[in-house]
């Protein structure tokens, strides 16, 4: 008997030996090692639903988060841009206001100043006056008292003086 002439009886039992061990492999085994395929393939199947779902609603907020980021800055935009019309427009009050208030100040300091000149000159005119009647009694030798007099020609000398420097 050599390796090319087996020998039936071991061959057979050999089979059947097999054959059992292959019929209790399929009968027991084989369903378990099915069993736990499935359930891995249906975990693996159910983790990546989970994951597609996760990543589409992931990616559902991110687009919401930028609309409302767009929206955001949008907004501050137009706040920027009213806050810049309106501190212009308060500028422009403030300096209308300003000048305003200059010209009535130049105004009331002209008029001021012209009343200031007015009473001057009256002072100035009394002045002159008083001097004049004690320079025309020295010249004379005695005081003059016709103050009424005195004045007439004063203001007549003043008219005459204003009407040739006013030419």
């Known amino acids: ?12 039992v ?11 492999l399929a009968m027991v085994l084989l369903p378990r090692i099915d069993k736990t395929l499935a ?11 989970r994951a597609e779902a996760i990543e589409s609603q992931a ?9 409302e980021l767009s929206a955001a800055r949008q907004e501050a935009s137009r706040i920027r841009r009213a806050a810049h019309q309106e501190g212009l427009s308060l500028l422009a009050a403030v300096r ?11 105004a ?15 002072e100035l005119r009394e002045h002159v006056l008083s001097l004049a009647t004690v320079l025309a009694g020295r010249i ?12 007439a020609v ?9 009407a040739g420097s006013g030419s």
């Open 1 to 12: 008997m050599g390796p090319l002439e087996p020998n039936v009886i071991e061959l057979v």
């Open 14 to 24: 050999g089979l059947v030996a097999f054959l059992t061990v292959f019929a209790a």
């Open 39 to 49: 359930e891995r393939e249906e975990a693996t199947a159910g983790t990546l639903e």
């Open 59 to 67: 990616l559902r907020v991110r687009a919401e988060y930028q609309a």
């Open 96 to 106: 209308s206001e300003g000048q305003k208030v200059r010209e009535d100040m130049v």
């Open 108 to 122: 009331a300091a002209g008029v001021r100043l012209e009343a200031d000149r007015v009473l001057a000159e009256a």
């Open 140 to 151: 004379i030798g005695e005081p003059l008292t016709d103050v009424d007099r005195a004045r």
């Open 154 to 162: 004063a203001d007549a000398f003043f008219a005459g003086a204003e």
